[in-house]
């Protein structure tokens, strides 16, 4: 069971939308976000848009600049 308020990411383009939505409603432009965590604007522009090949490290400095915990659970095995 997952805390309320959690959001199920399954791809990069989930990622994105997660990042964006959180980023206006902190009011951040991408100018500004890109200054909070030391990456380009245009890293930041492919992210929310769901680029697959994004570095994992750069995206953790995001979601960290945005407050954003990474929190994974195994999905449940159903069985054979």
Request: proline share 5%.
């Amino acid at each position: 069971m997952q805390p309320p308020g959690s959001v199920n990411i399954r791809d990069a383009k989930a990622l994105g939308q997660l990042i964006r939505r959180t980023r206006k409603q902190q009011g951040l432009t991408l100018e500004t976000l890109a200054g909070l965590c030391g990456l380009s604007i245009r890293f930041l522009s492919e992210l929310e848009n769901g680029r697959d090949s994004c570095g994992f490290g750069r995206i953790m400095m995001v979601l960290d600049a945005l407050g954003i915990d990474l929190v994974a659970y195994p999905t449940e095995e159903t069985p054979s």
